[in-house]
Structure formats: C-alpha cells, structure tokens
C-alpha cells in the first residue's frame, strides 16, 4: 500500500488566519481524498482532488473555506481559511488504492487547534 | 439518506475474551464494506473490504463477516495490542463515487 505523509503534524493557530496541510504521496495516484474528523465523531468527506481537475466538495464544504490544491500525481493541499474554533478537529488526506476495489489508504493526520 | 451506526461505542474486554462488534447500515448500492482499524494519533488502517452478503474474510484474529444490512467484526482471543477504534465504512455505487460513509466506530480496549 501507498505510504502518505501529511504536514504539519498538528498546529495551534489563532482565529482568522489560514493553515495549508501538505499531502505526499511515494507512488503516483488518480484519486486523493480529503477528510476532516471532529472530535468525538466520524470521519466526514470535504472533497475529492483529482490531478488536473479541479476538486469535488461534498455537501456542506465549499471551496472558499477549503481550497484544495492538487499539482502532480504524488502531492495535494488543502487550506483551511479564515479558522474559527469550530475548524478545530484532524485534518485527513487518503488515497485510492489504485486496485478497482475502491479502497483507500490514509495519512497520519494534521490535528488542528484553532484559539 | 444513507446511515451507518456502530456498536457498541465502547467495549471492555478481558484479555482471550472474544466479542464481536456491529455496523449497520441503510445506504442503496452497496460497492463494498470496508473497516478500518484507527490508533489514537494516527490515520484509520485499511484492514478488510466485503462485497457481497455471505462473505467472510479474516486476519490474524479478526473475522469480518457482511449481511445484506450489517457486518460484524469477531474478535477472537484478543490481545492488549488489539485495542483501538474500529471504524466501518459502506461505499455506494454511483457514477464518480468514492465516497466512503464512515460510522463513528467502536472503541476497543483489552486489559491483559
């Protein structure tokens, strides 16, 4: 399975400003996924980047609040903007296995704290 | 509106005490049944995916079994290294789809 690698690991950051989490991949990948894991419940799809399209947010997530950057088959982005506390929460990126069995394959994490 | 519920939240078990742990779901267009298993700090790892009812698969003492509306997960003898959340995901068929519907899992602690 793939190895993913996300940065920064956590951060505290202060309400209003942005944070861009990095997403890297050590093969060349169609579909990356980005979720987002409040505390205390499940993970929730925000969008889905594809190299060369721009992404798919799902219900509820939009693009000014969640850019998504999606450069080369290894590496994505995603930037959390204008953070509030409720922003709080771990920030996931996952990608498909590339198989046709539709499974993904998930990075470490970002956990964000947002004062 | 496709929903997945998981239980229990949380389970105890002593150590070789086996159990087994639910995911139902209401989603149309099951692909597949995928679990995960997610250690505290880290990302959820891939541990089965199911496709058709009656299916079993198994790794070390874990059985992942799928029913038309359920699965279950049988732990057999666990292992203090065993605890952990386990998570269940369906995914729906769909033109472009890969959305994974994620139940928000059973918390799992074995005391030795």
């Known amino acids: 399975s793939a190895v993913i690698s996300q940065k920064p690991s956590r951060d505290i950051c202060q309400r209003g400003t942005s944070l861009t989490i990095q997403c890297q991949v050590d093969?060349?990948?169609?579909?990356m996924f980005w979720y987002r894991q409040q505390p205390g419940q499940s993970l929730t799809l925000i969008a889905t980047a594809n190299q060369g399209s721009e992404a798919t947010y799902e219900s509820g997530f939009v693009i000014d609040k969640f850019p998504i950057s999606r450069p080369n088959l290894t590496f994505s982005t995603l930037t959390v903007s204008n953070m509030s506390p409720e922003d709080s929460s771990i920030y996931l990126c996952s990608v498909d296995s590339g198989t046709g069995t539709y499974e993904q394959y998930f990075g470490p994490g970002t956990r964000l704290t947002v004062t | 509106e496709d929903q997945v519920t998981q239980s229990p939240e949380a389970l105890r078990l002593q150590e070789g005490e086996s159990s087994s742990l639910n995911c139902s779901y209401t989603?149309?267009?099951?692909?597949?049944l995928f679990w995960y298993r997610q250690d505290p700090g880290k990302g959820p790892e891939f541990l089965f995916t199911l496709y058709s009812a009656g299916e079993e698969k198994e790794k070390e003492r874990l059985k992942a079994t799928l029913t038309k509306k359920e699965s279950f997960l049988h732990i057999t003898a666990p292992k203090p290294e065993d605890s952990a959340t386990y998570l269940c995901a369906p995914s729906i068929s769909g033109a472009g789809s890969y959305q994974l519907t994620f139940g928000k899992g059973t918390k799992l602690s074995v005391i030795p």
């Open positions: 093969s060349q990948v169609t579909m």
């Open positions: 989603v149309s267009g099951l692909r597949g």
